[in-house]
């Protein structure tokens, strides 16, 4: 009887410690926490969700701008400028963007979808100023040099050879896509077509470049152990002062009889040929 009583009151007392403690912990440490955002005067939009369960942060800078937008003639410019993102700005050689970010225990990656280009850093949260000060500069300070174009240009072809020519069921669904979206930009595979690819140049990028990264084009996304009012200064600090661009305003395209469709079914089927 009395082992019985003793651990009936060590369950009750742990049961009511539980709740006691439950009660007591702060809402954002169980729940997500609202986004708060802040619009800078020169149109950038900053987004911040605090979570402290961890010193870590993630910051991220997302484009409107992606394989959608191209035209026929430079597919792929999307995705190749992502890759010229890392090759140095003014102040900065290239490579030394990562090589910054790894010193200070951090990560970062980057990402092109179909309207989207987006690039971001995981690092400890003591660290975020470093990272927003290096992506407002490659935002508008970025270098173009031939040499680390025409290197970079062949890694993304190869990555093309990768993921889509040697690998049949991306082939498969890339031929898709060509056929079913007659009237969408969406046909155009984001990795670009080969053709485009080489014949592209370091022109096409620089201009893909000041055409589209600007920061009344672009987000910023801070997610972590962070103050949003801090966010939000910092954010005004490096990306402030940036200048604002003429984003070009895109129009819908017009509707495509069955004509066309078959006609451009000939002519992917003529391109890549099923054998």
């Given at each position: ?8 009151i060590?369950?009750l ?6 709740v006691i403690?439950y009660?007591n912990?702060?809402?954002s ?8 955002s ?11 969700i605090?979570?402290?369960?961890a010193?870590?942060?993630?910051s991220?800078?997302w484009?409107k701008?992606?394989?959608?937008y191209?035209h026929d003639?430079i597919?792929g410019i999307?995705h ?12 900065h050689?290239?490579g ?6 790894a010193a200070?225990g951090?990560e970062?990656n980057?990402?092109t ?10 690092i ?7 990272c927003l000060?290096?992506e407002?500069d490659r ?13 970079e ?5 190869e ?10 069921s991306?082939?498969?669904y890339?031929?898709?896509?060509a ?15 080969m ?5 592209m ?7 893909w ?7 009344n084009?672009a ?12 966010v939000?200064?910092?954010?005004k ?14 129009k ?5 009889n069955?004509?066309?469709h078959?006609?451009?079914?000939w002519q ?8």
């Open positions: 009887m009395k082992v019985k009583v003793i651990v009936g060590a369950v007392t742990l049961v009511l410690g539980w403690f009660d912990v702060p809402e440490a169980h729940n997500d926490e609202a986004v708060q802040y619009t800078l005067s020169n149109g950038m939009k900053v987004l911040v605090e979570n402290h369960r010193p870590v942060v993630v991220q800078v484009y701008i992606g394989a959608s191209e003639g597919t999307s190749v400028l992502e890759h010229m993102m890392f090759k140095g700005t003014k102040s050689v290239a030394e963007f990562s090589e910054i970010i200070n951090g970062e980057a990402f979808g179909q309207d989207y280009t987006a690039y971001f850093q995981k400890a949260n003591d660290r975020l100023e470093l000060e290096m407002a935002m508008r300070n970025l270098v173009f040099d031939e040499k680390e174009f025409l290197k240009i062949e890694v993304v072809k990555e093309r050879r990768l993921r889509t020519d040697d690998k049949p991306a082939l498969t890339e031929r898709f896509n056929v079913a979206y007659t009237n969408s930009p969406y046909r155009r595979p984001i990795i670009g077509w053709e485009d690819l080489d014949t140049t370091v022109n096409d990028a620089q201009q470049y000041e055409t589209w990264y600007a920061p084009n987000t910023l996304v801070v997610a972590g152990d962070v103050e949003s009012s801090e939000f200064a910092l954010a600090k490096y990306f402030g002062k940036l200048s604002a661009s003429d984003i070009p305003q895109l819908p395209g017009t509707k495509q069955n004509t066309v078959n006609a451009l079914l992917y089927q003529r391109k890549y040929p099923i054998c």
